[in-house]
């Protein structure tokens, strides 16, 4: 892929001696970041007491009217683009114009979180430096380090003249479908800038602060495997053959011998097989019935891959497809793949702008931050612009537990991350 915007933006990409001290707007940013705290805990608090599950259409737009005038206070302009047609709420998205000709900054967060109202986890609690809450990391926590981030730009005069969109989708943590139209106004917004900066979680690996400038795939399948049912005295017959079971069995050993390599999982997470199999609606469950003397005629398997680029991404995808169609005798199988999210390949633009974040820290007296492996986190919206534009993840806070009734944010990394992030879009609007 051939990265020509940024070739353009000179002051982003040339690499440089770090400043000896931050200027006079870095240092009200500074100021500011440090004296919005109470401002910053009180909002998130607000947010992560909503709740706001993927498929609560109201709960999503209900953070969507919280936020609006936050954005709006800053001289954003929003506007709403509803997903019925996918099954979600929609997007919020906020644009602010700044000097023409300055860097085109996208900012991406979102909106819902993974706890749907039926989950027990509903419930904000403080615990000295940590918010234990429903999103309050994954991804409330980023959305508010992205507002204070821009207020303290406001306060120190740098916001006027930056060009910033910002996309929060109503649909992260579960996409709808088909993807093509859930992440459309992504996907555009993404064409339109120079550079994505995500705010979902800062990884913090023993006290370390890592820096992401790459995210898998995340991509499901479906496996179904066919045989002939019979007595089972019949099995490994040349009559009966071996039935849907070893077939289903024979693929998903094959995958893991055959498929390991370099930043590529994948796994099986539902299984089931007998006289009968189906999936539900939603593909969360599976149901089967048979006796131990019938060779079941039906195997059903549920999994998924993650891989680094999209050249292997195609290239495991048509290993896994090889496997399924060898099939054992009077067996027949297919394997049918999902829209998911694609790749984040780490690119020299990315690492350009990783130096840039580096340069920053290193002038803020922070320490700097290696680039994360991509193993150590999951896919992310950003994926969706990744081959459109040089991006960075993971400015959003530190938390721990993401996706589980332990999510704690820590309030402590919300000063530093958002002096970086407003130091750095300060630095790409001059």
């Known amino acids: 892929m051939i990265r020509t915007r940024l070739a353009a933006l000179p002051l982003l990409l040339v690499s440089a001696p770090a400043l000896a001290t931050i200027?006079?707007?870095?240092?009200?940013?500074?100021?500011?970041?440090?004296?919005?705290?109470?401002?910053?805990?009180?909002l998130l608090e607000k947010l992560v007491a909503q709740n706001s599950g993927t498929?609560?259409?109201?709960?999503?737009?209900?953070?969507?009217?919280?936020?609006?005038?936050?954005?709006?206070?800053?001289?954003?302009?929003?506007?709403?683009?509803?997903?019925?047609?996918?099954?979600?709420?929609?997007?919020?998205?906020?644009?602010?114009?700044?000097?023409?000709?300055?860097t085109r900054m996208l900012l991406i967060g979102h909106l819902d979180t993974v706890f749907e109202p039926s989950s027990p986890f509903q419930t904000t609690t403080r615990e000295g430096d940590k918010l234990h809450?429903?999103?309050?990391?994954?991804?409330?926590?980023?959305?508010?380090v992205m507002l204070a981030a821009l207020r303290a730009m406001k306060a120190a005069g740098t916001l006027a003249r930056a060009n910033i969109e910002v996309v929060l989708t109503g649909d992260e943590e579960a996409a709808g479908t088909p993807v093509d139209i859930a992440r459309a106004d992504l996907v555009a917004a993404g064409k339109r800038a120079d550079v994505a900066l995500d705010f979902e979680g800062l990884v913090v690996i023993d006290g370390q602060d890592y820096g992401s400038i790459a995210r898998r795939s995340a991509r499901e399948y479906t496996i179904t495997s066919t045989g002939?049912?019979?007595?089972?005295?019949?099995i490994f017959s040349p009559e009966v053959g071996d039935g849907a079971v070893y077939e289903l069995a024979r693929i998903i050993d094959s995958f893991r011998e055959e498929l390991p390599e370099p930043n590529l999982?994948?796994?099986?997470?539902?299984?089931?097989?007998?006289?009968?199999?189906?999936?539900?609606?939603?593909?969360?469950q599976v149901t089967a019935s048979g006796k131990t003397n019938v060779i079941p005629p039906i195997a059903i398997a549920k999994g998924d891959f993650r891989a680094l680029t999209q050249e292997q991404v195609d290239r495991v995808k048509a290993k896994m497809e090889a496997i399924v169609a060898r099939?054992?005798?009077r067996t027949d199988a297919r394997i049918v793949f999902?829209?998911?999210?694609?790749?984040?390949?780490?690119?020299?633009?990315?690492?350009?702008?990783?130096?840039?974040?580096?340069?920053?820290?290193?002038?803020?007296?922070?320490a700097r931050m290696p680039a994360l492996d991509p193993l150590k986190r999951g896919a992310g919206d950003i994926s969706f612009v990744a081959q459109y534009v040089d991006g960075l993840a993971g400015l959003g806070p530190a938390s721990s537990g993401d996706h589980t009734p332990e999510e704690r944010v820590d309030l402590t990394s919300f000063p530093r991350q958002v002096k970086r992030a407003a130091v750095l879009m300060t630095r790409l609007s001059q």
Do not use: C
Request: zero cysteines.
């Open 23 to 42: 200027s006079v707007p870095e240092r009200k940013i500074v100021a500011a970041a440090d004296e919005g705290a109470d401002r910053n805990l009180a």
């Open 55 to 102: 498929r609560n259409v109201e709960g999503v737009r209900k953070v969507r009217d919280m936020l609006v005038p936050e954005f709006a206070a800053l001289g954003f302009s929003t506007k709403w683009v509803p997903m019925d047609q996918v099954g979600r709420a929609g997007h919020l998205i906020a644009t602010h114009k700044g000097k023409a000709g300055t």
């Open 133 to 144: 809450g429903p999103g309050a990391g994954d991804d409330k926590g980023g959305v508010v």
């Open 228 to 234: 002939q049912t019979a007595h089972s005295s019949g």
């Open 265 to 284: 999982t994948f796994n099986i997470g539902l299984v089931a097989g007998g006289a009968t199999a189906g999936l539900s609606a939603d593909e969360a």
């Open 327 to 329: 099939h054992l005798p």
């Open 338 to 366: 999902k829209d998911g999210y694609p790749p984040m390949a780490p690119t020299p633009g990315n690492q350009l702008l990783l130096d840039k974040l580096n340069a920053i820290n290193a002038d803020l007296g922070l």
